[in-house]
């Protein structure tokens, strides 16, 4: 495979052709906050929080969607990436509900802790929280669209790794939300295998196990890669 | 057919309509239906029946004549006269419109009928309009008539498809959708791209508000759209091609259908085009209403059956578009200006607009003016000849406070630059762009931070919603100018508006969210004191806003 090299962060680094950027990143142990990305998964590109300064071109770029070019210079860390990443953050917070006090998710939640790395402490805009109803009509699982932050980490789980693509997204900009079968409620649908993927791979508290306490609810996403390593490299990890 | 056989099927069209002493051309496309049109259209017919006329008379419903707010419009076309054309015309003036021209009878229509040298039409260039207004769009032998499909049949035989994609970069045609991208550069990349299947794509999604010039164009010359689209295809070496029209012209999707068909039967679009060896067919895909699939990638998910989402570039289609394969997007507009620059050639096309834009533009005029309608005038022209002299001024005599180009996307170009010329550059350094061609004239009445309002709600609504920015960006930035229209914004709201729309417009994935921001940027930059004006003062200098509860 052919080799690239590029400056990150000043300095000179080698990643393979057709690598993300955002791995790229990552491979020199640099630290960048990520939402929707989940290794294993497509890469959706729609948080922006991965987003990286290209010297010499106005845009930012998310670094998760963007692949790695031969002479590229990025740049990771800059005051204005600092200060979007955190209107985006409060974007985030402002859309739906967020009162992790009463959140299932509370203090396993990756939005929460990107709020916290950030120094997220207050949100500059209005709230919007729309008033939305919860799904509780599945066996297992429960959806809280108040806590969703529409990464589509769970359309894409259910749709690419356990294939039952009982998970969509339904309306437009800040209509949109996560449905599931034909917008039914979730139990009624026959698709779903009842597998708990989407459930692993929220980051937020929008989904979650029934009966969960927030000391309980954890969320491990390391079994995506033990799932694809075994399918597809057959590499098994049984520990 | 062969060419030969297109050059009789012209002639012979010609003798027909040359049988006819008087043809009155009706317009038939959606403004002009609108005002009652189609009624119009009948009552000639049958005053045409009723006196007998029909060996010397025929009525033709054509497209887009251009000032569609004085519509229903009649041309009256004789051997040797001048063409008249009358405006406002109802059923009941059939009658008597044939009897002052063939009757010559002393008939008093002169008050609706448009000066032959009146501004509106001797300003214009009208290059992809040159027949519109003249054509029946529903039949192929119309379009053949005048000269159609002949730049296809010189291009399939008298030139390769490197020749054609050079002849259209040295016409300097950019592209016609919004962001005036060299279209020469584009059709050499899709050619050289590497891939067996190749696909020509024309956007005629237009969701801009205001915004209907593609829509007309569709309706009144589609075959002209047809047969750009196959010299495309010809050029970048793809056999399919599909026009993707919004969900809301069923009228342009009708007519296109049936053009399409025309030309498929008689061998100018299927297999063996002109009897040559290259086959290109067309489809229709019918959108269902949003605006973000106008952008390409958008489209392209749409037309493959999927949800309507932009994802990131690159790739970009010319490398890996519909189902992988290169793909050329343009917008329909752009196709329309083909088989004129292939006809005529690159130099001829060349002559008309800038030094770095060439030809002519289409703008749907609108707002707070006395002629709107469609127009296509040479780049260059400046906005004072748009709006005083093609426009015919403003109602009332008011002031004119500033011209909205580019919808959504776009700006505002305020009084001082009515004098500057209209072009992809001096646009773009007034803060404003080409876009796709809405023109919208505000007087003295209009409050700017409500047209930048105004704007912002449509891309809320309109935003897909993939990407946090836009998403929630246009949301809360509506709900700013919402308290500062009703008066209970503060400074401060102004500032976290300002630092908001540059992260929207730096961190947003498409070109929605990237460019949602400009009507608050333009409107800002030259009418920053309306802003204050409302915030400190309390206060809407347009008398536009109306103030509830008073700021804290
Ligand atoms: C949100 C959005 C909407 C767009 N809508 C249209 C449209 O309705 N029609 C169009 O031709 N181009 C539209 N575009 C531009 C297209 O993405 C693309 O640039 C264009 O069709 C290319 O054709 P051209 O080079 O001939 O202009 C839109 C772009 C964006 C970002
Ligand atoms: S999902 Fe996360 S951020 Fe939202 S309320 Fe729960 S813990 Fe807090
Ligand atoms: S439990 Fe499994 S099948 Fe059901 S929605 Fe979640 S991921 Fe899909
Ligand atoms: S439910 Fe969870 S995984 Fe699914 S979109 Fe919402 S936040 Fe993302
Ligand atoms: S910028 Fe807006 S329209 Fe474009 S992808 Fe993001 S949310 Fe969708
Ligand atoms: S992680 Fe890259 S955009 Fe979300």
């Not at chain 2, 009228?251 to 085009?273: D, H, N, P, T």
């Not at chain 2, 503060?490 to 540059?502: A, F, G, Q, S, W």
């Amino acid at each position: 495979m052919s080799v690239v090299t590029l400056t990150i962060n000043d300095k000179l680094v080698s990643a393979q052709a057709g690598q993300s950027l955002l791995s790229a990143i990552k491979d020199q142990g640099i630290d960048i906050p990520t939402l929707c990305c989940l290794e294993g998964l497509t890469d959706w590109g729609g948080c922006r929080l991965c987003m990286v300064e290209v010297v010499g071109s106005p845009r930012l770029v998310a670094s998760c969607v963007t692949p790695v070019a031969e002479g590229m210079v990025i740049q990771t860390e800059s005051q204005r990436l600092t200060a979007y990443r955190k209107m985006i953050v409060e974007l985030l917070l402002s859309e739906r509900n967020h009162i992790c006090a009463s959140c299932v998710m509370n203090g396993g939640c990756e939005l929460q802790s990107v709020a916290a790395k950030l120094g997220v402490d207050h949100v500059r805009y209005d709230y919007l929280c729309p008033d939305l109803p919860m799904d509780a009509s599945h066996e297992r699982n429960v959806m809280d669209p108040n806590r969703c932050i529409l990464c589509t980490r769970c359309v894409r789980v259910c749709d690419q790794v356990e294939g039952a693509h009982t998970l969509d997204v339904m309306g437009r900009g800040i209509q949109q939300r996560v449905i599931a079968g034909l917008n039914q409620a979730w139990g009624t649908s026959r698709s779903c295998t009842k597998c708990g993927k989407c459930v692993q791979v929220c980051p937020t508290g929008a989904l979650f196990k029934k009966g969960a306490t927030a000391a309980e609810m954890e969320k491990q996403h390391d079994f995506l890669i033990w799932i694809l390593d075994g399918r597809e490299k057959k590499i098994w990890r049984w520990s | 057919m062969n060419r030969t056989e297109l050059y009789a099927m012209a002639q012979a069209e010609l003798d027909r309509q040359q049988k006819f002493r008087c043809r009155l051309l009706c317009c038939a496309s959606t403004p002009c239906i609108s005002s009652g049109g189609t009624a119009v259209y009948e009552a000639v017919k049958q005053a045409i029946e009723a006196e007998g006329l029909q060996a010397e008379v025929e009525a033709v419903a054509t497209g887009c004549v251009g000032p569609c707010s004085r519509g229903p419009l009649i041309t009256v076309k004789m051997e040797g006269r001048e063409d008249v054309v009358y405006e406002q015309v109802t059923p009941e003036m059939a009658a008597r419109i044939l009897d002052k021209h063939l009757r010559s009878k002393p008939v008093a229509l002169d008050d609706k009928m448009l000066p032959a040298d009146w501004p509106f039409f001797v300003k214009q260039k009208k290059i992809v309009l040159a027949d519109s207004g003249t054509v029946d769009p529903e039949k192929l032998e119309s379009y053949v008539a005048r000269g159609g499909y002949t730049a296809l049949g010189h291009a399939l035989r008298e030139m390769t498809p490197e020749e054609v994609c050079e002849e259209i970069a040295r016409s300097g045609i950019r592209g016609r959708g919004g962001a005036g991208y060299p279209s020469g550069l584009k059709w050499h990349m899709v050619r050289k791209a590497p891939g067996e299947k190749k696909y020509v794509v024309a956007n005629g999604d237009e969701g801009d508000p205001g915004a209907y010039m593609d829509r007309t164009l569709m309706e009144s010359d589609p075959h002209r759209v047809l047969e750009g689209m196959a010299i495309a295809g010809y050029a970048v070496g793809a056999d399919q091609g599909y026009i993707y029209v919004r969900g809301e012209y069923p009228l342009a999707a009708k007519r296109l259908e049936k053009a399409i068909r025309a030309a498929e039967r008689r061998g100018l679009l299927g297999s063996r085009v002109l009897d040559s060896n290259f086959s290109f067919r067309i489809d229709i895909r019918m959108g269902a209403g949003a605006f973000v699939c106008g952008e390409e990638t958008a489209l392209m998910a749409s037309i493959m059956g999927r949800r309507g989402q932009p994802v990131p570039r690159p790739p970009y289609p010319a490398n890996k578009g519909l189902w992988g394969g290169p793909t050329l997007i343009n917008n329909v507009e752009t196709f329309g200006n083909i088989a004129a620059i292939i006809g005529n050639g690159a130099e001829w096309y060349a002559s008309f607009g800038t030094e770095k834009s060439k030809g002519a533009k289409i703008f749907a005029l609108a707002g707070k003016v006395n002629n709107t309608g469609l127009i296509e005038v040479p780049i260059g022209i400046t906005l004072r000849e748009i709006v005083y002299d093609i426009g015919g001024g403003i109602p009332g005599g008011r002031a004119f406070k500033a011209a909205q180009t580019g919808g959504p996307s776009g700006g505002c170009i305020p009084a001082e630059y009515l004098d500057t010329p209209i072009d992809y550059e001096t646009l773009q350094k007034l803060g404003s762009i080409m876009g796709s061609g809405g023109l919208i004239v505000m007087d003295d009445q209009s409050c700017m931070p409500d047209v930048a309002k105004f704007f912002m709600e449509f891309c809320m609504d309109e935003s897909c919603g993939k990407c946090t920015p836009c998403r929630v960006g246009t949301v809360q930035m509506h709900r700013m100018l919402d308290k500062i229209t009703n008066g209970t914004a503060t400074m401060d709201d102004l500032k976290r508006l300002e630092e908001l729309c540059l992260m929207v417009k730096e961190s947003s994935l498409c070109g929605l969210g990237q460019t949602a921001p400009n009507p608050i940027y333009s409107t800002l930059r030259y009418f920053r004191d309306e802003y204050e004006a409302h915030i400190k003062d309390h206060h809407c200098p347009a008398g536009v806003c109306q103030f509830g509860a008073k700021a804290v």
